[in-house]
């Protein structure tokens, strides 16, 4: 399947992120200040479903993520249960909260959303969602659904 007919059409990306999971977000972002840290979401196509806090083991973890072994491998887990990697999420300490270049070539994962939560202010997360597909990038809207 070629990877571009998987992203939404414009205005139509809608990835529905439970409020507990956002918090369970923001929480790890606080708590690895003021390093980024990172994490996968299993779930179905555009709903976020358990989130699997992974470890940052970049050489230069202030300003960029690197996903740990033992968390990417979760992923063949719950793909055996019918998950699919819904989303990969890492926070920006001093924000802003789009993506990086090097997220940007970084990104090999065009069917998941990558969610980044900026703590530029840190009373005040903001989390922001995209697609990143061959070098594009789509913003994705994030819809809270009540768990
Ligand atoms: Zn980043």
Redesign the pocket.
Known sequence: MDAITSRPAAGAGIFRLPAALRQEIEAHARAGYPE?VCGIIAGRADTAMILYRGRNVSPTPR???ELDVETLIKQIEFEDAGLTLAAIY???PTGPET??T??IARAFYPDSVYL?CSLADPARPVLRGFRIVAGQVWEVMLGEIVT
């Open positions: 980024e300003v960029a993520y890492h926070s920006h993506p990086s090097t997220d980044i």
